[in-house]
């Protein structure tokens, strides 16, 4: 590969949230984020797993308020830039400028994949602040590549530094990867970036493939601590980048120590596992959004039905991200196709 | 100034786009008082524009000052519907004070007290704007105040999830004024101590129905009480969105089983997790029949025109 280096997006101490079920300790965050600066990651990310504004009885609440995770991270970081996530319809404007004095530089805005034309205005309110800004297309194996291309444009054209292809679902195979981030590098200015999920266990692949067509920009959390069966692994991504020849700002020991001594002993000590099971493989394998997985199983057990059946249901009423509320519907749905009462409690 | 012979007091609606094309055709079809005598965009070519010119109602394409010029209408109309974008209303609303017209809001602009049709219908006869706050709003405050009528809610939220298809693109400039305004309506009209709004476009083909799922926290209570009070709500609704039902029975979480902790708010151990699963199928009237959202704020809208129609009228025969 070229001299180029690839710029490193973590997702442990936000797409990790969803793991926790948004109960991270401000202590945890603190240690990881400095391991994290100290290995040489570019970007941080602290936010309520679904974007500011996330802490919602249909997303879960966070145990901090988010002003707290973010300017307690923004105090330890010496070299990395530390970014929020923004879903519009869930956060706002006036939830940004709540944080974005804290130390923020980065800010990232997401919207399904067809509907970047809702970003408009959070883009171009963070421009105007001086962000790098980031258009986030999420769910992005829902639509064909030259559809998304119309979408990066619109994100570009407001002014977005970058715009991600995002395989909420984890589930697109190496080759849709290529497709999509080559249509966008061909077709717009601004950087491309990737976001994986590890549902199919391609998590590195489909990263790989992503570089390998142009993207700039790469998420990963640390031991892939992240939705569904999580991102993809920033130390073995690391590792597999140097084999390949891919440069980095990153040190990988640095990272290995940071997944080794902070965040698999703080999964233990919550009870935390982010593993193929069959609910993670199913999200891959229907194309459904990855947070929905914990709140999918918490359905289940609620309401005496299998998770894979409100999954595969999900999906194929095509909900997207955000829709938790529609999680419980389904659920209530198949128990009564059941003959199944819903009781009190 | 109007109440024409025919017994009707004359509108315009402001805004050609799905709300105003919807509103249009209820108005034009169903309205007892109330004669739209223009249609205002701003697009020569939008659908809107050319549904009224068919139904032989003028237009213009020149926004408020096409209208404005047209001083024989602007002296005959009564009651402005204003289907632009919150922005918009900012700049039109001094107008149409200054006009003394009635303004009728359908944007989540705000400048008015809410009114939200089952909860408060007759409330604001006496101000010159009222804002019907968003389809999310009128789709779920009602709920939210069925179930606070009956026990405290501390934190009520409300998903809104609407057909990519339905949400024209003033919804879209509007979604943090959207999310902000219901969450708003939530504390002022549905009478919940804290609210949360979201919304979700979803581009699913078919598009989907419209979908309102309303959370609220109480304190203790009675889960029958509450839930005859939400189904004596839904029939109320029903009467002027026929298309609006419950999904399934309100379910109920006991905090003590599932206690709840808000950050920088509280944490409850005690009552209910109260969740109401709505489904809104429009009427069909513009949009199909998926596009409940359009009905629930449209068919608002005409409820609180006829009203303030109605108030004119008795005070030009009084006048008399």
Redesign the interface.
Known sequence: MSDRKIIINDVTLRDGMHALSHQYEIEDMVQIAKALDEAGVDIIEVTHGDGL?G????YG?????EERYISSVAEVLKRAKLDVLLL???G???DLEKVIDLGVSVVRVAT?C??A??A???IEYSKNRGMDVVGFLMMAHMIPPSELVKQAKIMEGAGADCVYVVDSAGAMLPQDVADRVKALKDNLNCQVGFHAHHNLSLGVANSLSAVQNGADRIDASLCGLGAGAGNAPLEVLIAVFDRAGIKTNCDLYKLMDAAEELVRPMMKRKGVEVVIDRDALSLGYAGVYSSFLLHAKRASK?FGVDTRDILLELGR????G?????I??VA??LA?KKGKE?E?? | MSAEKNGKVKCVIVGSGNIGTDLMIKIFRYSKNLELVMMVGIDPNSDGLARAKRLGIETTYEGIDGFLKRKDLVDQVDIIFEATSAKAHLQNAPIYRELGKVAIDLTPAAIGPYVVPPVNLGAHLDKLNVNLITCGGQATIPMVYAVSRVVPVH?A?I?S?VA?KSAG?GT??N??E???TTAKGLVAIGGARKG?A???????EPP?IM?N?V?T?TDECD?DEVTQSIYSMVDEVKKYVPGYNL???P????LD?YP?????YGEFKKGY?V?I?LEIEGAGHYLPKYAGNLDIMTSAALRVGELFAEKILSEKTLAK
């Open positions: 504004a802490n919602a009885i249909n609440f966070s145990k901090y308020e519009p319809g869930i706002t404007i006036e399904h067809t509907e034309d809702i408009i205005q959070h609620r009423r095509k909900m997207v955000g829709q938790e509320d529609m419980v519907d209530v749905e009564k819903v009190i409690g | 934190y939220e998903v999830s990519s693109p879209r400039q979604i943090d959207f999310t902000q949360k979201i919304i979700i476009l979803n581009p699913a989907i979908r799922t959370y926290i889960p999904k399934s029975e379910i109920f979480d006991p089983k709840i902790r808000i950050p920088g997790k969740t699963l």
